[in-house]
């Protein structure tokens, strides 16, 4: 290398480097490492000896891989909830008791609307296991001046496994049909209807009858009553609601005593409530009532106390299967979906449900998918009621039921500009509805991915005991006394089992509230962070500012000078002229080698070797050559007594 490029280099080598204003990224990572404040970086590039750099390179990836660890944990731990539990000693507000009876009408009253049903359902039953106990199974006999109604709509079949697979027995003829499309088999625990491997069915098609779907049942229990439900659905779809409320008990039917809190109540203090599948329900304490009413003691004197009427001689034989009612407790402004979560009571005996009040209160996102009030949810709620995640499923499927099939389902309320299904104006309704609903609890609807639990709630933990009522001393003189009160209603005379005792009281009043918290805060987890940055890498917020600075802005306006240095460069060749080839474009310092240092500014050295002014004169004779006037050499020597050792 020539003296005068050694020079020049050397010069460049010690001139300083100002971030963004370095030439190249490697220039920028070394300025970086020798003003950082972060120890690891520095102890890199001031470290003499190739072993100690590498072991200060491998303490600094530690100490960052350890960083992310603690911060990915931090993080996680960010999302995560901590449960308080507090119990409080306090005046309670009585829940929202609903009381239904098991059957929903009045036999006598809807006899003449199911009476063509039923005829077909005890002649079906006389085919299958006739009515005289005999434990064989007697041939079935031609149905004499009778033409089946509900059975052409839906047949019932009997299904033998030891037989030809695909064919089973047609209960009108006896004789045996081929059974087309799949068999789905709903399992049952209840005692088999014979020793033999025989199934009880029904079979629905759509309405061309190309696609059908055979229900059987392990039990003929089952099998007769969801054959027969589905019918006395579509009968009771088709009456106004005046008529069937007329047609199913009246409060004072229903309740014969009533004191609460130790005074007496009566039907006044009960709001009617229809539900399609248990008739007309009353609930007490009410959101429709002036006020809610409040204990301020427990135990059973202090709470509800009802003596209700069942009336077993109205009950219908094949709908109904047990005596009793059913009581729900629930909020004032919730939906009491008594056919799923109600408590059976039983005849001819007293229950007592001791009530323990819990209330839940979760955090919404980020921390759970729960909703405050269900208005964030893409589900229309069709009950006239506050938001429950029961509500918002049912909502959901009955409003996939009316696209899908049509009409609405029997059971749940009516959406807007809907009708209930019957076969008479929609033949293929109980179809659909079946392959709907196993669509529905295969959770193939999408209902389940959407629908969202509520973040508050209350719960009352139940504790239910029973014990005999009248007891048979005190039935003498009981039974007489409520003949006595309640002859101006009821014109009958009571049996015990046909009277029922329910009591619901607070167990004590101690409310429990299960609350939950962000295990971690925003401050918290600043300060983590600040923790683990100093512990590991003694660095701070400032620093961490100072990294992002030189690592993405600095970095990227070097790349994006180059770039654009590049792009100049291009556009100037594809413009220059074509022809001959024309001669290099002159760099500068080109006629004076000791300017060639890439833009820096001159030096001492490159000044006195600056060319003449253009027109100056130059003297003819040299001036002379004294040994201290040597520039060269003595600046030479200088650089090589400050010249920074090279990297290894």
């Known amino acids: ?6 020079i020049k280099a050397k010069i460049k080598k ?14 920028l990572m070394r300025w970086y490492c020798l003003n950082t404040n972060t120890h690891g970086c520095r ?34 731990s960010f999302y995560t909830v901590s449960v308080s539990i507090k119990v409080h000693f306090q005046k309670l507000d009585f829940p929202a008791v609903t009381i239904c009876n098991m059957n929903p009408y009045k036999y006598s009253a809807v006899r003449d609307l199911l009476a063509d049903l039923d005829k077909e359902t005890r002649e079906a ?3 299958l296991f006739g009515f005289r106990g005999e434990r064989k199974r007697r041939e079935a006999e031609p149905w004499e001046g009778m033409q089946p109604k509900f059975l052409n709509v839906v047949p019932l079949l009997v299904f033998n496994e030891e037989e030809e697979r695909g064919k089973a027995r047609d209960f009108i003829t006896g004789r045996k049909r081929k059974v087309s499309g799949k068999i789905i088999h709903k399992a049952s625990n209840v005692v088999h209807v014979h020793d ?30 969801e054959w027969y439900k589905l019918h006395y659905m579509n009968i009771m779809a088709q009456v106004p609601l005046e008529k069937k409320i007329n047609m199913s008990y009246s409060a004072e039917e229903l309740l014969v005593t009533c004191f609460f809190d130790g005074m007496s109540c009566n039907a006044r203090n009960f709001t009617l409530f229809h539900h399609p599948m248990y008739g007309n329900c009353y609930t007490f304490n009410n959101r429709e009532n002036e006020s809610i009413l409040s204990t301020s003691m427990g135990g059973s004197e202090y709470g509800l106390q009802v003596i209700l009427y069942i009336n077993e001689e109205e009950y219908n034989p094949f709908l109904v299967s047990s005596t009793g ?3 729900l407790i629930h909020r004032q402004d919730e939906y009491p979906f008594i056919e799923d979560v109600g408590t059976e009571i039983e005849t001819a005996m007293s229950t007592s449900i001791g009530m323990h009040l819990t209330e839940s209160f979760k955090l919404s996102e980020p921390y759970s998918q729960c909703t ?20 918002c499923l049912y909502s959901c499927f009955q409003t996939k039921m009316v696209e899908k099939c049509g009409c609405a389902q029997y059971s749940k309320p009516l959406p807007p500009a809907a009708s209930y299904c019957n076969y008479q104006q929609h033949p293929n309704w109980m179809y659909c509805y079946y392959q709907l609903y196993q669509a529905f609890v295969q959770e193939e609807l999408g209902c389940q991915s959407v629908c969202r639990e509520t973040c ?106 180059r770039q654009w240095q590049k792009a100049k460069e291009w556009w100037a060749r594809k413009q220059a002229p074509s022809g001959p080839e024309a001669p290099p474009p002159r760099q500068q310092g080109q006629d004076n080698p000791a300017l060639d240092i890439d833009d820096d500014l001159p030096t001492f050295t490159s000044a006195l070797r600056l060319p003449p002014a253009p027109g100056a004169q130059v003297p003819g004779t040299p001036p002379p050559r004294y040994n201290t006037l040597r520039w060269e050499r003595a600046f030479s020597n200088q650089l090589s007594d400050t010249e920074v050792p090279e990297e290894p």
């Open 372 to 391: 405050e009030d269900g208005g964030d949810v893409p589900v229309r709620n069709i009950y006239n009621a506050a938001y429950s995640l029961q509500i």
């Open 196 to 225: 033999s491997k025989e199934m009880v069915g029904f079979q629905l098609c759509s309405n061309d009858t190309s696609d059908c779907a055979t229900y059987t049942f392990s039990s003929g229990i089952n099998a007769i009553q």
């Open 125 to 127: 039953l006389k085919s």
């Open 456 to 561: 508050s709630f209350k719960e009352w933990t139940l504790t239910t005991s029973l014990a005999q009522w009248p007891s048979e001393v005190s039935e003498k003189w009981l039974l007489p006394v409520l003949n006595w009160d309640q002859s101006q209603q009821i014109n009958k005379k009571f049996n015990k089992t046909d009277l029922a005792k329910l009591l619901i009281f607070y167990k004590d009043l101690n409310q429990r509230s299960i609350m939950e918290s962000p295990a971690n805060s925003i401050e918290m987890l600043l300060s983590n962070f600040g923790g683990q940055l100093g512990l590991w890498m003694s660095c701070s917020v400032v620093c961490v500012i100072e990294i992002i600075e030189v690592f993405f802005i600095d970095s990227f306006s070097i790349i994006a000078r």
């Open 43 to 76: 102890r890199i590039v001031v470290s003499r000896g190739r072993l100690r750099r590498l072991i200060w390179i491998g303490i600094t990836l530690m100490a960052v891989a350890l960083i992310i660890w603690q911060c990915a944990l931090l993080v996680c």
């Open 14 to 27: 010690n001139l300083p480097v100002r971030g963004p204003q370095a030439p190249t990224i490697k220039d």
């Open 325 to 327: 009612a059913k009581v």
């Open 1 to 6: 290398m020539a003296p005068g490029e050694k």
